[in-house]
């Protein structure tokens, strides 16, 4: 546990950083990927206003029963192809999401995404206070994201 | 609403939980009850603050479901609540998941749209 008070996934990708950018900011290429499994997000349910302060909300489709849920954020720091970071102020008093595109110089990009706010607050408590049982999910969990 | 949205049916009462651990105070007290069901005027007195300040804190982690209270003895002491914490860890895991498949997709988008077999 690093104590840093952050939830932290990696994933490097086949592409270079300024592919990755534009997959993660333009409507066209999130409507591949972004929605939860079992769920879509069409292309015409994402807005995207790329500057700091400008909105980034997606409107999610359950496939099953066509119910819906809508994302709603505002980008802090747009900075292609190194850095995205967006809020959402509805969400536990405000969660930080901020992804780092490092170009590993080789084709591939190491997509960091870091989330903050819930963990911080979730980490100090759980290593200070000790709960075991859920300190053991937290370590498992933690070795899924290092692994 | 089902555990497709998981994300969602549990954003309130997380963000209770989560405002109440934002607290170092209510930390501490969480961190005290750790140790030991405590009553209030045991909680004040580590903290030295007075019991109408440290009962304040203590509604708070009680309406976020962390502490229970007694309703029988009269000084009420306060327990740890584990159980909700656990939804709490349970809810960070499934938000990881949500990325997983989400980068699991972009790779097999990134693959098409490079024309190759992912």
């Known amino acids: 546990m690093s104590g840093t008070g952050e939830l932290t996934y990696r994933r490097v990708h086949r592409a270079p950083p300024e592919l990755l950018f534009d997959c993660m900011t333009k409507p066209e290429h999130l409507a591949h990927f972004w929605g939860p499994t079992g769920t879509t997000t069409p292309v015409e349910n994402i807005t995207v206003d790329l500057r700091p302060g400008g909105a980034f909300e997606t409107t999610m489709v359950n496939d099953a029963d066509g119910s819906t849920y809508t994302m709603r954020a505002v980008y802090v720091e747009v900075r292609r192809p190194d850095l995205l970071v967006w809020i959402e102020p509805e969400v536990e008093g405000g969660m930080r999401t901020s992804v780092t595109f490092t170009d590993l110089g080789d084709g591939r990009t190491e997509v960091t995404t870091h989330q903050t706010n819930v963990p911080e607050a979730y980490m100090s408590a759980q290593a200070r206070a000790g709960f075991q049982t859920s300190l053991d999910r937290f370590d498992a969990y933690l070795a899924r994201l290092t692994s | ?118």
């Open chain 2, 1 to 118: 609403m089902d555990r497709v949205w998981g994300v969602a049916v549990l954003e309130d009462d997380l963000s209770l939980v989560f405002s109440a651990l934002a607290d170092p105070t209510r930390r501490a007290i969480l961190e005290h009850l750790a140790g030991g069901d405590a009553t209030v005027s045991q909680l004040a007195e580590p903290f030295a603050m007075s019991q109408q300040a440290v009962s304040k804190h203590l509604k708070v982690l009680e309406r976020a479901r962390l502490i229970t209270r007694s309703r029988t003895a009269q000084s009420r002491p306060c327990a740890l609540d584990t159980a909700h914490l656990d939804t709490a860890a349970e809810w960070i895991a499934r938000h990881r998941q949500v990325w997983a498949d989400r980068h699991d997709r972009l790779d097999a988008h990134l693959a098409a749209l490079q024309g190759r077999s992912s």
